[in-house]
């Protein structure tokens, strides 16, 4: 757990830095979606919910002017920080070169080779609403190496990613998601907690990751095709969107498919049904 004391040493150095970044002409920039958090109670939150000890390796992506990575760096045993915005990494450099266990690095984490990182490594970060569902996807690639990320993210998206077969926001990230995650909606951050407020509120999601899938699967990349091409028109019937299947109506009958159902109404269990039986037409 972290102390009052520490909070409020970091909540002080966050806002000289703010200030400072201010006074020398630093706008924050939209396009890349800074909105930094300043409510130190919430970034205990944050951390609380992460579970981070001593022995991890934690990478944060968007550490805009560091009051997380401070935090992280006092329980973690190396923090990683990838910033893409070059005038807040070199002043990250700065405001962090006491922490000899931080690293700062400017780079775009789309792009930035995860391997690179010796070890597992589990995810902390405020990350950037426009980056959210693409990097998330980049975050399953290194499954093996990530046993958890605790993120916050635009509400909406959170939602998604924990959505239920029957809900409206149910589809392709949801499925993705519970395929290798278990995750869970921790809390909602208010858009008043954030500087400049972002239009929308927060919610932190926590994903226990798991290397392989948490589901039996014959074919696991047939079955990703299977819940992509089926949602890409979401309104139509199942039999409907998978139509450019060789021998889908068959498929459904063996699977124990209703082909009058929409994409939205099948669980996970029941894409799987149906990609093992398509396997069989291959």
Same mark, same amino acid.
Request: hydrophobic share 40%; charged share 25%.
């Given at each position: ?5 520490? +909070?409020? !040493?970091?909540? $002080?150095?966050?806002? @000289? ?14 396009? #890349? ?21 001593? %022995?991890?390796?934690?990478? %944060? ?6 009051? @997380?990575?401070?935090? #992280?760096?006092? *329980?973690?045993?190396?923090? $990683?920080?990838? =910033? ?9 450099? %700065? ?7 931080? =690293? ?17 490594? &589990? ?11 693409? #990097? ?15 993120? +916050?993210? !635009? ?26 995650? /278990?995750?869970?909606?921790?809390? $909602?951050?208010? /858009? ?6 972002? /239009? ?11 290397? =392989? ?11 990703? &095709? ?11 019937? $199942?039999?409907?969107? #998978?139509?450019? *299947? ?17 994409? =939205? ?7 799987? &049904?149906?990609?093992?039986? +398509?396997?069989?037409?291959?």
């Amino acid at each position: 757990m972290l102390n009052d004391n520490f +909070l409020r !040493q970091t909540f $002080i150095k966050y806002t @000289m830095h703010w200030m400072t970044a201010v006074c020398h002409n630093m706008p924050v920039r939209r396009p #890349l979606g800074q909105h930094f958090l300043f409510d130190p109670n919430i970034l205990k939150r944050i951390i609380d919910s992460s579970g981070i000890t001593p %022995e991890d390796t934690v990478l %944060e992506i968007g550490p805009g002017l560091g009051t @997380m990575t401070r935090l #992280l760096a006092h *329980y973690a045993g190396k923090v $990683i920080a990838i =910033e893409v915005d070059s005038r807040l990494s070199e002043r990250l450099k %700065e405001t962090l070169s006491s922490a000899a266990n931080v =690293e700062i690095i400017n780079a775009d984490a789309l792009k930035y080779p995860f391997n690179d990182i010796s070890g597992k490594f &589990k995810v902390v970060a405020n990350i950037p609403y426009y980056i959210t569902t693409p #990097l998330l996807f980049r975050f399953l690639e290194f499954k093996e190496r990530i046993p958890s990320m605790t993120l +916050l993210m !635009q509400k909406e998206v959170a939602e998604r990613i924990v959505a239920k077969p029957g809900r409206k926001d149910y589809g392709v990230l949801s499925i993705t998601a519970q395929l290798y995650t /278990r995750p869970e909606i921790k809390f $909602i951050v208010s /858009r008043g907690t954030f500087s400049p407020p972002p /239009r929308v509120d927060s919610a932190l999601v926590h994903f226990e990751v798991s290397g =392989e899938p948490i589901y039996k699967i014959k074919d696991e990349r047939l079955f990703l &095709k299977v819940v992509k091409t089926a949602f890409s028109q979401r309104r139509k019937t $199942i039999l409907n969107t #998978l139509k450019s *299947y060789a021998g889908i109506k068959e498929a459904l009958d063996r699977a124990g498919i209703d082909p009058k159902l929409r994409p =939205e109404n099948l669980s996970i269990e029941d894409f799987i &049904k149906i990609a093992d039986a +398509l396997s069989r037409s291959f």
